[in-house]
C-alpha cells in the first residue's frame, strides 16, 4: 500500500491528532479542523497527452479539495488504446493503482474521423518520459455507460466533469441520459480559443477541432461550463525557470512533471524557435483547485461544425452584440505565478 493509498487513513491520525490538540487551538482553527471544506467530487476525462498527464497529477496532489473518482479515456492526442494505457501509468506515478479507476470511452469522434496529434505528443502520448507498463487493468464497463451510471447516482449537480481532451465521451453521456445534466456541478474544460488563434487550424483549437459536433453538444446542454482556452493557456507559459523547481523536488512525480515540461518546451523551441510551450490541461484542473487565480466572463459559445475552413472555432460573444444568451465562463487571465506556485505545492504532495 503506497503512501498515497493510505492518505484517507493518514488524514484522518492527522485530524485525531488536530482535534486532540485542538484546546490549544484559537476556536476558529479549531472550528476549520473540525468542518473543513467539503471536497470535490469530480470526473476527469482525458486524452493523455504530456499536459493531461501534468493536469491529473495536480488534481490527484490536490485531494484535500479535489475527490477525483476516476478518470474516462477518450481518443485525441493519441488513439485510445495508448490513451487509457496511459491515463493507468499516470495514477501508478500518484500512488493511485487501486484506489482510482481508470475507463475507456469512445474510440473516435462523432460524426469526423480522428486526428491525432501524436506529431507533438509523440507515438507513446507521453513523450519525454521513461513509461513502465501499467500495473493494474481498466475497470469493466465503457467509460460512457460508467458516467451516465455515476451521475444518475450521484446527488442533484454535485459532481464536476473536467474534460482535457475532446468532449466526445460526455456529449455521447448527454445525448443518451440528458437526465445527467440534473446530476452535473459544471463541467470545466480545456479548449478552444477567442482572443488567441487556433493551434491546429487558423481558426481552431485541437480539442474542439477533433469533434465539433461533441463541443455543440456540450455548449448546448444548459449545464454550466467554465472554459479554459488558449487565451489563458498563452499567460502562463512553461519556461525553463519555471520547470527547474519541480526537477528540486527529487520526487518521482516532481521529475515527471519536470520531464514532461521540458519535453513541451524542445518541441516549441523546434517548432517555432521559442523557448516556451502553452500551458494547456492543468490550467482546468488548476481552476478547479483555486479559482482566485483567474478571471473571465460570461459570454455565449458557439460551435463552427461546417465551416470550410473554420471547422471548430470557437465563436465567442465577448460584447453580446449577438443577443444569444451566455453559456459559458470564458477565462482568459490568470495569476501565472501563483498558477506555478499551487502547481508545485500539490505535485509535491504525490511520491
Ligand atoms: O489544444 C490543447 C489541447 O489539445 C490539450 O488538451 C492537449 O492535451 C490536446 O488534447
Ligand atoms: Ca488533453
Redesign the pocket.
Known amino acids: 500500500m503506497s503512501d498515497t493509498d493510505d492518505f484517507p487513513r493518514r488524514a484522518f491520525l492527522k485530524g485525531s491528532l488536530a482535534l486532540a490538540a485542538g484546546a490549544l487551538l484559537p476556536t476558529t482553527a479549531w472550528a476549520s479542523t473540525m468542518n473543513p471544506t467539503p471536497r470535490r467530487p469530480v470526473i476527469i476525462d ?7 498527464a501534468i ?1 491529473i497529477l495536480f488534481a490527484l496532489g490536490a485531494s484535500d479539495r479535489l475527490d477525483v473518482r476516476a478518470l474516462t479515456a477518450v481518443a ?2 493519441v488513439p485510445l488504446d495508448l490513451t487509457e494505457r496511459n491515463a493507468r501509468i499516470i495514477r501508478d506515478w500518484a500512488g493511485r493503482t487501486t484506489t482510482l479507476p481508470v475507463y475507456a470511452g469512445c474510440p473516435r469522434p462523432l460524426v469526423r474521423e480522428l486526428v491525432t ?1 501524436a506529431n ?2 509523440g507515438k507513446t502520448g507521453l513523450e519525454g518520459v521513461t513509461l513502465h507498463e501499467p500495473l493494474a487493468p481498466l475497470a469493466p464497463g465503457h467509460a460512457v455507460n460508467y458516467l451516465i451510471e455515476t451521475l444518475r447516482a450521484a446527488a442533484p449537480h454535485s459532481v464536476t466533469i473536467c474534460s ?3 468532449l466526445t465521451n460526455l456529449a455521447t453521456a448527454l445525448t443518451e441520459a440528458p437526465d445527467i445534466r440534473d446530476h452535473l456541478s459544471e463541467i470545466v474544460l ?2 478552444g ?1 477567442f482572443f488567441e488563434r487556433g ?2 487550424t487558423p481558426a481552431a ?3 474542439v477541432y ?1 469533434d465539433p459536433q461533441a463541443a455543440q453538444i456540450v455548449f448546448s446542454s444548459g449545464v454550466p461550463i467554465v472554459v479554459l482556452p ?1 487565451d489563458v ?1 498563452v499567460k502562463a507559459p512553461i519556461t525553463p525557470a519555471r520547470i527547474a523547481p519541480f526537477r528540486t523536488l527529487g520526487t518521482r512525480c516532481g521529475t515527471v512533471v519536470a520531464d514532461i515540461m521540458t519535453a513541451e518546451v524542445a518541441y516549441q523551441k523546434g517548432r517555432h524557435g521559442v523557448e516556451e510551450a ?1 500551458m ?2 492543468p490550467t ?1 484542473t488548476g481552476y478547479l483547485i483555486d479559482p482566485t487565480l483567474f478571471k473571465g466572463r460570461q459570454v455565449n459559445v458557439e460551435i463552427e461544425t461546417t465551416g470550410e475552413w473554420t471547422l471548430g472555432e470557437t465563436v465567442v460573444d465577448w460584447t453580446g452584440h449577438s443577443g444569444r444568451a451566455p453559456n459559458a465562463l470564458w477565462i482568459n487571465e490568470v495569476d501565472a505565478d501563483g498558477f506555478y506556485a499551487a502547481l508545485r505545492a500539490n505535485i509535491a504532495n504525490l511520491p
Open positions: 482525458t486524452d493523455p497527452g504530456q499536459d493531461d493536469a485525441g492526442n496529434a507533438v505528443h482535457l481532451g475532446p480545456m479548449g480559443a493551434n491546429i483549437e485541437f480539442n477533433v488558449r493557456a502553452p494547456y490541461d482546468a
